[in-house]
């Protein structure tokens, strides 16, 4: 009972928890919560080529896969230390 209290209060704190992730040094910023909502995306002016628009389309694209296995990574890792290594199917 205690693991799980600890596990759901580590579940809550990581759909709280901010991740922020730069793509193209710096010209597009992108902020996502634990649970995967896209909160924010900032795109430089000087980045917006009427002419290119393809290369801005793979940035975004880029920074988002970039930003979710972050997110994945993190709560990969703090529920391996709630569980200790141990698999619990269908829990996270």
Same mark, same amino acid.
């Given at each position: 009972?205690?693991?799980? #209290?600890?596990?759901? *209060?580590? $579940?809550?704190?990581?759909?709280? =928890? ?5 793509? /193209?040094? *710096?010209? %597009? ?9 896209? =909160? #924010?995306?900032? %795109? =430089? ?14 940035? %975004?694209? #880029?920074?988002?896969?970039?930003? $979710? ?5 993190? /709560?990969?890792?703090?529920?391996? =230390?709630?569980?200790?290594?141990? #698999?619990?199917? *269908?829990?996270?």
């Amino acid at each position: 009972d205690c693991l799980l #209290s600890r596990g759901l *209060g580590d $579940l809550y704190k990581r759909q709280v =928890k901010e991740f922020t992730k730069q793509v /193209g040094g *710096g010209a %597009i910023e992108l902020v996502m919560t634990g649970d995967k909502q896209l =909160k #924010s995306v900032t %795109i =430089k002016p000087e980045v917006v080529d009427p002419e290119d628009i393809e290369m801005l389309q793979d940035l %975004i694209i #880029s920074g988002v896969n970039e930003i $979710l296995k972050e997110v994945d990574d993190y /709560g990969a890792a703090e529920m391996e =230390k709630v569980t200790g290594g141990v #698999s619990f199917p *269908g829990f996270i």
